[in-house]
């Protein structure tokens, strides 16, 4: 089941599991340093998929503007267990459709890992620039701006 809850909606549950995917993730299987939990995440829209079943969580990604105004999303990520179930076209089609109920036109700026760009690029993001350096690992400016 999808969810999307302000950070105050979150339940100490939701929080939990949000962090332990994120962290199992980011931090422990891609080997990163670096703070997980950030001030992004008490601004954040939480959108996440539970498992109906067993209540496990698959997937998830926050929605937030930055402090520029600028609006993005971050920390887009699936289980392992939930790889390869379309899962993670399923949340990037959430995140595109509560960015243009709550904001409609809007350019949304991301900086996705290199090795995901091309997921982006499929879902109508743009590179701009130059790959970088970010939390140790090369990522790439992308917008995205919906047409029509």
């Given at each position: ?132 350096i970010f939390n140790n690992?090369?990522h790439v400016l992308m ?6």
């Amino acid at each position: 089941m999808w969810s999307q809850k302000k950070f105050l909606e979150l339940t100490s549950s939701d929080f939990y599991d949000i962090i332990k995917l994120r962290t199992d993730i980011f931090v422990v299987e891609q080997k990163r340093i670096y703070h997980e939990v950030d001030e992004e995440d008490k601004k954040a829209v939480h959108l996440y998929y539970r498992d109906d079943v067993t209540g496990q969580l698959w997937a998830y990604a926050r929605i937030f503007r930055e402090d520029d105004g600028q609006l993005t999303f971050g920390r887009v990520v699936t289980a392992p267990a939930a790889r390869g179930k379309g899962l993670g076209n399923q949340l990037l089609d959430h995140i595109l459709a509560y960015c243009q109920a709550k904001c409609p036109g809007e350019t949304i700026k991301i900086e996705a890992q290199q090795q995901v760009v091309g997921f982006y690029e499929k879902h109508g993001f743009v590179a701009q620039g130059e790959p970088f350096i970010f939390n140790n690992t090369p990522h790439v400016l992308m917008t995205y701006t919906k047409k029509g």
